[in-house]
């Protein structure tokens, strides 16, 4: 090795103790903080896991790349690496604001694939978020915080999976200038950009059909409250009113018409719930199955999920023949 390898490769040695402290604290915040909301709610699928930079590499891109470095210690800003990936592209762009946004560190972005592709639309945009952060405070590091940099990989699983193909396999390889293995990752990108485009339209009708039925669900315990103020919405059996929200898919059914069928028949459907005869009319959705049994009986019946004397007795308390 050079006396001016030696050089480089000393004050990075010397840098690694504060490096490993600060590539610790990104992590932490990250998954405990920062990200928090994303972790909690099962948006993140593969969590950060710091890395200090190889020392060969290191070398590498300080003196040997055609990019001169004037001081390589601040200039090469991924001497720690840590990555995130999620499922959606959206949930990227959603954690890069909140990273950037953070106060806990001085925050930059350093690549954007949206940008990337803009400035070369022959180039595919479908690459990961890069920010780079270093400590705000000196708070106990012995060396200069600006060069205590970590860059933050933020991707999805579809680009995580292109990029340990593409730059590992290939980028890094001895196959980067074969022109046929470069066609096919054009290829392949492309149908992960469109694949990711399709994810994210299906997760967004997912999520407006949730907050439907979420809506519905909280008008029902409205409702019901009025007849049971002591119900605990945390008592809602969701199983039970799953399997009676499956007859949502098959009847266009109103919160007004429900509450209609209450009112032509509210001293039968309050006694049922004051004193019930069985489990079902402890639950918000026997409005529900009140009115699918006004309103389609025949069909409602026939479809029926549950055992049969809690539909007996939903004749019995309605004075409804079976005949």
Same mark, same amino acid.
Request: aromatic share 12%; glycine share 2%.
């Given at each position: ?37 994303? =972790? ?90 890069? =920010? ?82 979420? #809506? ?5 315990? #409205? ?65 529900? =199955? ?32 079976? #005949?």
């Amino acid at each position: 090795m050079s006396e001016i390898e030696d050089k480089v490769l000393a004050d990075f040695k010397a840098l690694e103790p504060d490096l490993k402290k600060w590539g610790k604290f990104v992590d932490e915040s990250l998954s405990n903080i920062v990200l928090k909301n994303l =972790v909690d709610n099962y948006k993140v699928k593969i969590k950060p896991s710091f890395r200090i930079k190889e020392e060969r590499s290191y070398i590498s891109k300080a003196l040997w790349r055609e990019k001169p470095y004037v001081r390589p210690l601040t200039e090469i800003e991924d001497k720690i690496g840590t990555r995130v990936v999620f499922l959606f592209s959206i949930d990227v762009k959603k954690a890069s604001d909140l990273v950037l946004e953070s106060d806990l560190w001085v925050a930059k972005i350093t690549k954007k694939y949206d940008e990337i592709s803009e400035k070369d639309p022959e180039k595919f945009g479908y690459q990961s978020i890069h =920010v780079v952060v270093h400590p705000k405070e000196q708070n106990g590091y012995t060396h200069d915080i600006k060069d205590l940099t970590c860059e933050i990989q933020l991707r999805t699983l579809l680009q995580h999976a292109y990029s340990e193909i593409s730059h590992d396999s290939t980028y890094k390889g001895p196959f980067k200038k074969d022109k046929e293995i470069a066609r096919k990752l054009s290829k392949s990108m492309a149908l992960m950009e469109a694949t990711d485009d399709y994810f994210c339209s299906i997760f967004e009708m997912i999520a407006d059909e949730t907050r439907k039925v979420h #809506n519905f669900t909280l008008e029902l315990i #409205n409702i019901y409250k009025t007849i049971d103020p002591n119900f605990k919405n945390e008592t809602l059996d969701r199983e039970l009113t799953e399997i009676f929200f499956n007859f949502l898919d098959d009847y266009d059914i109103s919160i007004d018409a429900i509450k209609e069928i209450y009112q032509k028949n509210r001293v039968s459907i309050d006694y049922a719930i004051k004193k019930p005869k069985n489990y079902l009319p402890t639950q918000p959705v026997f409005l529900l =199955v009140v009115y699918l049994f006004f309103n389609h009986r025949h069909s409602f019946v026939n479809k029926w999920p549950l055992m049969s004397q809690q539909l007996d007795e939903l004749y019995l308390t309605f004075g409804v023949s079976r #005949n």
